[in-house]
Nanobody, 119 residues
């Protein structure tokens, strides 16, 4: 069993910052890529940022220069620092982890955390 738990969402004013965290736990042998996605009602879930186990990152164009993804491999945790937030960033943010357990390898998702950018 693998658990993926996000935290850190909330309400923030435009121009503000938030930091999301995502902790992965359970019968983990290793974690490959980790990432953040977001979804608004009526739209598909979209990539925000991903990071490899070696620290290589990639970002969606709308968040480049404003968001920073990082990870602590010792804690099996990935973070998303979100700066200069805009109302268009409002969404449910989901954490994703590519995990190898003792039995198999697959994608695991968190339950999501709401981020609302509004004055």
């Amino acid at each position: 069993q693998v658990q993926v738990v996000e935290s850190g969402g909330g309400l923030v004013q435009p121009g503000g910052s938030l930091r999301l965290s995502c902790a992965t736990s359970g019968s983990i042998f290793s974690i490959y890529d980790m990432g953040w996605y977001r979804q608004v009602p009526g739209k598909q879930r979209e990539l925000v940022a991903r990071i490899t186990s070696g620290g290589r990152t990639n970002y969606a164009d709308p968040v480049k220069g404003r968001y920073i993804i990082s990870r602590d491999n010792a804690k099996n945790t990935v973070y998303l620092q979100m700066n200069s937030l805009k109302p268009d960033d409002t969404a449910v943010y989901y954490c994703n982890a590519d995990v190898r357990t003792t039995m198999w390898r697959g994608d695991y998702w968190g339950q999501g955390t709401q981020v609302t950018v509004s004055s």
